[in-house]
Structures are given as C-alpha cells and as structure tokens.
C-alpha cells in the first residue's frame, strides 16, 4: 500500500498539493476545519487544530504531514491560534513518526532593505504579524532539535497563479482588470518583488516531503520565479488575458474606509514595507538540491493564470 500524506489545510496551497500528491501515487488524506467536498481521490476529515487529541487520531499512521493551513488575516487571530496549531501538529508528528513539512512565509526576515533573502537570513521581524511567525518558527525548529519531531520549513513569497484567490493577483485584481476597470494597487509598483506561482510552491513542498532525511531541520526558499515589479506582473497578466491593465494607488489614509468594506486591508498596513523597496528571493540553495524540481516557465505560468481567472472570475 502507498505511504499516507497527510495534508492540513485544503486552501489555494492544500489542493493542489493533495491533487499533486495523488498523481504521484500517494494515499492522501485533507483536514480542513469546515466542510467541503474532498479533492476527488482524497479522503476528507473535519479537525480542529486546537484540539490536539483529534489532529493526533486525524493523522495515524501518516509518513508526511503537510502544515499549509492559515487563520484568517487578522494579527489577533494569529496570535492565538498559531501557536496552539503549532503545538498540535508537533504533537501530531510526534506520535506518528510522521515528516512535517510546514508551508511558511517571509514575514520572520522584516524589511530585506533591497538585500536578496536566503536560507542564511537571520530573523528580524518588523511588523507584528512577523513576530507571530517567527515565534512559531523557532518552534518548529526547536521541536526538531530535540527530537520531539521531524520537521522542515519551505517557505514562499506572494502567491500568483491558478486558485491564487487571495492574493495581491487574486480577488482585488482579476475582477476589475476583467471587466476593465482600474486594479487598485497597495503600495509601490515600481519595485522589484518576488512572486511564487502557486504549482512552483506544491513541487517544492512535494519535494520537501520525499526527498532523503538530510533536507529536515532547517528552512528552504521555494522555487520561485524572477523578481518583477508589480505593475510588470500586473501588465503580463492582463495581456496574457487579452485585457488592459490600469492602476489606481490607493492612498494611506484611505485604508480605514476601505477596511469597512475589506476587512483584512487595515491589516496590511504594517506589510506595506515588502513594496516599498526591492524585495527580492533567492532560491538558489533549492535548485541546487533539487535539480529536478523546475519552476514553470514564466510565459505558461502566465497563460496558465489567465485562462484559470477567466473561468473562475467569469460573471454567471
């Protein structure tokens, strides 16, 4: 019988990770904690993070436990229930014996300050939200110094790409470049920045999850594609969606209005400084451990984004 992967969290990472895992011959099994139909193959449990004793029994006999669940984005939220996620899935891994692979972000790093960020990046958070994850962090790493659990941390960008709904690409974007209207834009547009295409970040985390014991205890860059500036992006996207692309800078002040009506946006103040200047990374340690793991190219990454939100965003 195939290995059991176990992936947590079924959002715009988590399916096509378990979609990703299945074609490569895998029993796959998604929690979630609301329900929704399973990915077509994979079994489908409804859990509880915080409720340590269910995500134990949840994850039995699991050889990988994939961590790509996510609270809604809010600091508060964050602050109270990463930490106890964190301590369930530990514990999960633990007593299984399973891999942990967790899907994290940059925010730990802080303002780059135009430096390119790599695996040899030390932790500096400056927002809030950051100091939650690298809290978390150090005690993802610290469980696998002490063998409570085996545990190896990938970690990506901003996300583009099909099912990329929630995304600076995603749900403020595509609708109103469709429909020809004006895409508001958060920050600067003229600065290099760093996307990863969201099928990029499921075969490094596959990969994460398979390769030999010498890639756990320590965090990989995901592969990612080269750094553009965001209106470039924007510009590429539109055309390969045969649409015009225009933006409107949405000023500071307006934040807290906007949030009225958006309820995350007033969170995204404090991030404001990945746009501000050169926000660029490096995966190079990835490609070189991992040579047959190969971004998409950038042309089909586009197209294949496209012809998703053109399907998705169409007006029924």
Known sequence: MSALHVVVGAGQVGVPLAQRLLADGHQVRMLRHSAREAVPGAELLRVDLADAPAVRKATEGAAVIYHCANP??????????????TESLIGAASASGARLVVLDNVYPFGDLKGKPLNEDATMQPSSKKGTIRAQVAERFMAAHAKGE???????????????????????????????????????????????????????????????????????????????????????RLAAAAAKEYRSKQLPLFLFPLMGLFIKELPELREMLYQWDSPFVMDDRKFRARFPEVLPMEPEAALRATAAWAVTHYAKP
């Open 72 to 85: 809604d984005y809010f600091t508060a939220l964050w602050a109270r229930l990463l930490p106890i996620w």
């Open 149 to 235: 659990a085996k545990v190896v941390i990938g970690r990506a960008s901003d996300f583009y790409g099909p099912g990329a709904t929630k995304s600076y690409f995603g749900d403020q974007f595509w609708p109103s470049v469709l429909a020809g209207k004006p895409a508001y834009a958060l920050g600067s547009l003229e600065s290099l920045h760093t996307y990863h295409y969201i099928p990029d970040v499921v075969a490094g985390l596959a990969a994460l999850g398979n390769e030999a014991a010498d890639v756990t205890g320590s965090w990989w860059m995901l592969p990612c594609q080269p750094a553009v500036t965001p209106r470039a992006l924007g510009l």
